[in-house]
C-alpha cells in the first residue's frame, strides 16, 4: 500500500526554525515527485512546490520561494519542509502528497502536519 | 503567477447533476494543463477525484465525471448523495510543472 506518513504536530514561537518530514513507502519513492501544500485556517489549499527525490530537482511556487525549503533525503524515502524564521502567518496545515506517473498532480496525499507559530 | 478561478459556492438536489468549473487567467484550460480535481470533507485530507482531466482512480465514484467544457476544465457530478457534500478544489499546472489550485467550490446537496 502506498503511504506517506508526516512528523506530527508543532508548536513553534516565531523567528525559530523548523523541518517537518513526510516518509514515503510502499513505492520507489526516487521516481515521483512529492508535492507539498499549504492550508491556511478556514481557507483553500496552496501549491507551495515540488521535489524529484530521485535528483533533487526542486520547483517552487513564486508565492513560496525564499519562504521555505524543500529538499529529500532519498536513502529514507523522506522528503522535508522547512523554515528558518518562522512567522505567525506560517500557522496552517501542510500537507506532502506523491504525484503520480503522469507527473501532473497528486494521488496520493500525507495526513498532514499542523504548525502554529505564536508568541 | 497565474490565478485559477472556480465557483466559490453550489448547491446541488440529491440525484441531481451539477458541474463545476475551473479557468484560467492566461487563457482557456487545455489538457496540457494537466486539470486534476480533489475533494475534501471537514476535518478531512484531500482526496484526489480526477487526474488528467478526465482519468479516475479505483476510489473515485462512477458518478464523477471530468471534461474540457467552453475553454474550463469541468467536474460533473451526476446523481449527487449527501457524502458528496464538501469542498473540491481543481489544480493546473503551468510552465516548469508549477501548479496553481482554485479557490475552491463548496458544494452543498440540499
Known amino acids: 500500500e502506498v503511504q506517506l506518513v508526516q512528523s506530527g504536530a508543532e508548536v513553534r514561537k516565531p523567528g525559530e526554525s523548523l523541518k517537518i518530514s513526510c516518509k514515503g513507502s510502499?513505492?520507489?519513492?526516487?521516481?515521483?515527485?512529492i508535492g507539498w501544500v499549504r492550508q491556511m485556517p478556514g481557507k483553500g489549499l496552496e501549491w507551495m512546490g515540488i521535489i524529484y527525490p530521485g535528483d533533487s530537482d526542486t520547483r517552487y511556487s513564486p508565492s513560496f520561494q525564499g519562504q521555505v525549503t524543500i529538499s529529500a533525503d532519498k536513502s529514507i524515502s523522506t522528503a522535508y519542509l522547512q523554515w528558518s524564521s518562522l512567522k505567525a502567518s506560517d500557522t496552517a496545515m501542510y500537507y506532502c502528497?506523491?504525484?503520480?506517473?503522469?507527473?501532473?498532480?497528486?494521488?496520493?496525499w500525507g495526513q498532514g502536519t499542523t504548525v502554529t507559530v505564536s508568541s | 503567477q497565474a490565478v485559477v478561478t472556480q465557483e466559490p459556492s453550489l448547491t446541488v438536489s440529491p440525484g441531481g447533476t451539477v458541474t463545476l468549473t475551473c479557468g484560467s487567467s492566461?487563457?482557456?484550460?487545455?489538457?496540457?494543463?494537466?486539470p486534476y480535481w480533489f475533494q475534501q470533507k471537514p476535518g478531512q485530507t484531500p482526496r484526489t477525484l480526477i487526474y488528467d482531466t478526465s482519468n479516475k482512480h479505483s476510489w473515485t465514484p462512477a458518478r464523477f465525471s471530468g471534461s474540457l467544457l467552453g475553454g474550463k476544465a469541468a467536474l460533473t457530478l451526476s446523481g449527487a448523495q449527501p457524502e458528496d457534500e464538501a469542498e473540491y478544489y481543481c489544480l493546473l499546472s503551468y510552465s516548469g510543472a508549477r501548479g496553481v489550485f482554485g479557490g475552491g467550490t463548496k458544494l452543498t446537496v440540499l
Open positions: 510502499g513505492y520507489i519513492f526516487t521516481s515521483n515527485w
Open positions: 502528497a506523491k504525484y503520480d506517473t503522469s507527473g501532473g498532480g497528486m494521488d496520493v
Open positions: 492566461t487563457g482557456a484550460v487545455t489538457s496540457g494543463h494537466y
